[in-house]
Structures are given as C-alpha cells and as structure tokens.
C-alpha cells in the first residue's frame, strides 16, 4: 500500500447555465455544460497508520475544517466502507478563490474519493464514488466522473460531452456572490426552454446563456465592469453564480495577449478547457 500520493483538483466553467423551471422542494431545474480547465488547486494524501481519523495539514480560512468537503468526503468513505481504515493526513495548495463559481470546493471533494478509494484500496466504482459525492453537492458527481457533461436536474443528471478545448481567461471580481441569494431573487429568469444535448454549442453559440447573469450584474458592480472590459474582445460569461467570468479564445496566445492588456488589478488566470479531468488523466498513469 503506497503512504502518499498528490492529485490535481480541477476548476470547472459552466459554459452555459439555463434554468428550466422549478421543483416543488425549491430546488431549481438546470441545464448546464461543464468542463474541466488545466488548472486548479492540488492535494497530498499521506497515510498514517499509526494516527487514525482525517487532519487537514491547515485549515481553509472561515471553513471549520469538520464543515470542508475534504474532511466530509474522507470521513463519508469510512462511514461506507465500515471497516477501520488508515488515518489520513491532508494537505491543500489552494490556487482557486472561494465562492468563484469554479467549483473548488466540490472538486476538493472529488479528489479525495477519488485519491483515498486509490489508496486505500477500497475497489470501489465510478458509479459507487459519484452516488457518495451526490450527498456532498450537486456538482461533485461530474467532478468524480471526470468528463466534460451536459448536465440536468440539479446539475447531478451527467450526459457526456465534447466542447470544444479552447482557451480561456478567467476573471475574479473583487466580490463574493452568495449563491443562496441569487437563486432566491424575484428577477431570476426560471423558464429558459429546454434544449438537447446535441445541439449544445452547435452553430450560434449566442443561443446559449447564463441565467443568473443579469441579477449577477445588477447586484455585483464589480462583476459588470468585468464583464463589459472583457466583452470587448469577444463573448463573455459568468460560471456558475459566479463571481468569476471567462472569455473563450482559440489559441494560448490570443487568451496571454487579452491577460497582459488586463486592468491593474485584476485577479484571475489563463487556462486550456479540457473534456477529461487532470484528476483522472492523473489516476489513469498510477495505474
């Protein structure tokens, strides 16, 4: 049994987001393509078998490290295993900005099902790991599974898919977005007709939105004048409910050239999208 072993965990874009409706538990009903970029936070795993339990090397800033997803997804391993395991130490390098619309948090989780079921030796399955993930938030099946997807429901109904890989600029706004807040605001545009995955980034890509933009805008300054500097070099969109935003371009080149010309200022990165995640292109050359 190896003692150690570090993984990536990967951001995601929604690169569209539509909502369709509303279920009666309030939940809302989504439409989205994610995929994964070459870029994202990274964690080590060390086995100790002489220390039972899970220890977080150092804790997330304001996240009670019994509330991270790291922790949660560890100790939902042992609960389903129901043997004793070998304590686990866990350490974050952390590159992704909270509450980003990147999905960090759940891909944090997603690595660590993933990371100890490898060392640990469990032998469980994609479908056993995702089932798992799916108590710990919507967006962690599609991490777990590791292909880009057209994803419905909540987000946990995966179809995969192939967008194109391009490259993107990623923009942080110097503001946090509470989730909870945009999902609840009267202005919500909840009927977005149901498209097919097929058709999804087929031809005029100006078909395809997201949903949660216009309240974004209007409650977040700092997210409109992001948006209105970077749709100046062509389409630009929030992930998720943001507060982060992406440009998509064809090259490495053209994305670097639009970061260099950035505000002073400005937080974010440049990264490729990619269909397969880093996590499990990672998995598969331990193998």
């Known amino acids: ?51 039972p339990g899970v220890r ?19 100790k939902a391993l042992m609960e389903h295993n129901g043997e004793e395991l070998p304590g686990v130490t866990i350490a974050i390098t952390k590159r992704l900005p909270m509450g980003g619309g990147l999905g960090g948090g759940s891909s944090n ?16 399955s994609i479908d056993q790991l995702a089932n ?15 292909h880009a997807a057209f994803g419905e429901g909540v987000g946990e109904k995966l179809t995969n898919a192939n967008p194109p890989e391009d490259w993107f600029v990623v923009i942080k706004p110097a503001c946090n977005i509470n989730t909870g807040k945009i999902f609840s605001e ?6 977005t007709p149901r498209i097919k995955i097929a058709p999804a980034f087929e ?18 300054p700092e997210v409109n004048q992001s948006l209105e500097w970077l749709s100046k070099f062509g389409p630009a969109r929030l992930t998720g409910t943001g507060a982060c935003i992406f440009g998509r371009f064809p090259t ?36």
């Open 1 to 51: 049994m190896s003692l150690g072993i570090t993984l990536p965990s990967p951001a995601k874009l929604n690169l569209f987001l539509h909502i369709v409706g509303r279920r009666p538990d309030g939940y809302h009903e989504l439409q989205t393509l994610f995929q994964f970029l070459d870029y994202g936070d990274e964690l080590t795993f060390t086995l100790t078998p002489e220390q």
């Open 56 to 74: 977080l090397v150092e804790s997330v800033p304001d996240v009670p490290d019994d509330d991270n997803l790291i922790t949660r997804a560890a």
């Open 109 to 124: 989780a997603a690595t660590t099902l993933l990371g100890l079921n490898y060392l640990w030796n469990l032998d469980l």
């Open 132 to 146: 798992i993930g799916l108590d710990l938030g919507a967006d962690v099946p599609v991490f777990v599974r590791g």
């Open 186 to 191: 009267q202005g919500l545009t909840r009927n």
């Open 203 to 220: 031809g005029d890509a100006s078909r395809y939105r997201n949903d949660c933009e216009g309240v974004v805008r209007e409650l977040y």
């Open 252 to 287: 490495e080149s053209a994305a670097r050239i639009i970061w260099e010309s950035k505000p002073s200022g400005v937080t974010g990165f440049v990264a490729k999208g990619v269909n397969v995640s880093p996590l499990h292109t990672k998995l598969t050359e331990l193998k």
